[in-house]
């Protein structure tokens, strides 16, 4: 039998759901979210590029099924779902005819986290979970201040050091950083056709790397705001790029660590 190329077949699926990339594509626009999702998208792009000689001739049909039956559902729930509810439906649709062509030995999972980290999460996630993690950041800083003998204590979202009270706000949450260390582990591990089951094993180190480097980067920039001459804003933004590199650095260093990888 013939078959569609995977290409024309994957090209035709996003088709069939383009009200959910009008969405996405009109919420980065608007500027309601970070467009960071496109980075996820051409990194897929790139990484499927990359194995196009390695795919499938012939489909595995259980995965086409899937990824038809979820394109269905995710028009369908237009009518009554949240429409990044709908856009995930949509990335997962996608995300299982892509399964269906690649070879069954090669690294799935980092790709199909690839497939959701293009959807605009940010907002969401800041909204939802912006608030505990700053908490948690606040009071994990509090604690590290003390043990170096500064006097700090954390109030809500804010911290009081030095008598000089320090917001935590929304960019100490740790969302985008979060967002950027997945996005490493996945492209990297995609890369170096790590196996899935050793990803999903580290992935939980990964939560624990983003942790540590936001209480960290929000430990030295409490200690250096509440002095009297404070900070200036290019250093701020100076020690988060640094913090973030070294996050993704780390990161990267824990998929690439004594993996059993071949590189592409």
């Given at each position: 039998?013939?078959?569609?190329?995977?290409?024309?077949?994957?090209?035709?699926?996003?088709?069939?759901?383009?009200?959910?990339?009008?969405?996405?594509?009109?919420?980065?626009?608007?500027?309601?979210?970070?467009?960071?999702?496109?980075?996820?998208?051409?990194?897929?792009?790139?990484?499927?590029?990359?194995?196009?000689?390695?795919?499938?001739?012939?489909?595995?049909?259980?995965?086409?099924?899937?990824?038809?039956l979820l394109g269905v559902a995710a028009n369908a729930a237009l009518w009554w779902l949240p429409p990044l509810a709908c856009a995930l439906l949509a990335a997962l649709s996608l995300g299982a005819a892509l399964m269906?062509?690649?070879?069954?030995?090669?690294?799935?999972?980092?790709?199909a986290g690839l497939v959701v980290l293009t959807l605009p999460w940010i907002a969401s996630l800041q909204y939802y979970g912006g608030y505990p993690l700053r908490v948690?950041?606040?009071?994990?800083?509090?604690?590290?201040?003390?043990?170096?003998?500064?006097?700090?204590?954390?109030?809500?979202?804010?911290?009081?050091v030095r008598g000089q009270l320090v917001i935590v706000d929304a960019p100490c949450s740790g969302v985008q950083m979060a967002w950027m260390a997945w996005f490493c582990a996945c492209a990297v591990a995609a890369l170096v056709a790590l196996r899935d089951g050793t990803f999903l094993?580290?992935?939980?180190?990964?939560?624990?790397?983003?942790?540590?480097?936001?209480?960290?980067?929000?430990?030295?920039?409490?200690?250096?705001?509440?002095?009297?001459?404070?900070?200036?804003?290019?250093?701020?933004?100076?020690?988060?790029?640094?913090?973030?590199?070294l996050v993704c650095t780390a990161v990267i260093?824990?998929?690439t660590r004594r993996s059993h990888a071949v590189l592409v």
């Open positions: 039998p013939s078959y569609l190329s995977p290409a024309a077949w994957l090209t035709l699926q996003a088709l069939a759901l383009w009200p959910h990339g009008l969405w996405m594509a009109r919420r980065v626009q608007d500027g309601s979210d970070e467009p960071l999702g496109l980075a996820a998208a051409a990194a897929l792009l790139w990484l499927v590029v990359l194995r196009a000689n390695s795919l499938r001739v012939a489909p595995q049909t259980g995965w086409l099924a899937a990824g038809v269906a062509w690649l070879p069954a030995s090669g690294p799935r999972l980092p790709l948690l950041t606040a009071q994990i800083s509090a604690w590290l201040l003390q043990g170096l003998g500064i006097a700090a204590e954390r109030s809500g979202t804010a911290m009081l094993r580290r992935l939980p180190a990964v939560g624990v790397i983003v942790l540590v480097g936001n209480v960290l980067r929000n430990t030295v920039l409490v200690a250096l705001e509440s002095r009297p001459q404070g900070l200036a804003e290019s250093l701020h933004e100076g020690i988060g790029l640094v913090a973030l590199a260093a824990l998929m």
